[in-house]
């Protein structure tokens, strides 16, 4: 490796938990300390596939679930050659959503295991880290109604959020547990603080495969 590499962190949470928000400050953050970094979001709905999940996500068109489900991890698989291209020149990459909500969404659907569900994500770049940005169903209510697109339900939500609490069980995985009822401003130290210390220990370790 020419240089130190770039650190790949995820924020993942419930809706309206706040992670484009924070993904954009800690973004702003790091630019501005002059430390590179890009901002990267999944569904990433500008690609060919991005499109076709999108279409789904606005209940223009309906997909078969196990159908979908492979489309979102194709979504992540086709930026990995950009993602690894830029974490290797030393850029730190701030990811709205991963493979962790891929698992989630589709596992809470009936019929899914959690095995299955991983198993097309196995072998992704494996983040450095992933902030949790827990909020409680009351609390993200007062943040302003679901909107229209399919997953956005109460009961749908909450069983997300089970699926979450599963993963958060894997030690393998380095989680941390946000408490996102905070102030944005709060919040925001929170993760950069996380996010520091885990661009220092990047620098020093070759990117991981994600659940290998
Ligand atoms: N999905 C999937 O099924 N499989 C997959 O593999 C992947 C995703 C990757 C994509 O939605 C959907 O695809 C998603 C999962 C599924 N479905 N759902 N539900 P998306 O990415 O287009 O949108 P989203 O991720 O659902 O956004 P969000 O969860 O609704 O919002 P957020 O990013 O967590 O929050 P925000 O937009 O930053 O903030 C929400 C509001 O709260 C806003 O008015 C803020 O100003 C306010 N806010 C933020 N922070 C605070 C604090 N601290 N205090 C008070 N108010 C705040």
Redesign the pocket.
Known sequence: MACKRGALIVLE???????????NKLFEALQQSGRPAEMM???D?TTTIGKL?SAY?ENKSDLEDHT??LL??A??WEMVPLMKKKLEQGTTLVV????F???A??GAKPGFCLDWCKSPDVGLPKPDLVMF?QLSPSEAA???QF?E????KSDF?RA?QNKFQQLMKDRSVNWQVID?????E??HKDIMNHSLKAMTCAQNQALAELWK
């Open positions: 949470g419930v809706d309206r938990a706040g992670k484009t928000t924070q993904c979001r999944f569904p709905r999940i996500l979908v489900h979102f991890s979504n992540r709205d959503r991963y493979a909500s891929g698992v969404f589709t940005l007062l943040r302003g909107g697109e399919r997953y956005e939500q997300v996102a009822s905070q102030s944005v709060d919040v």
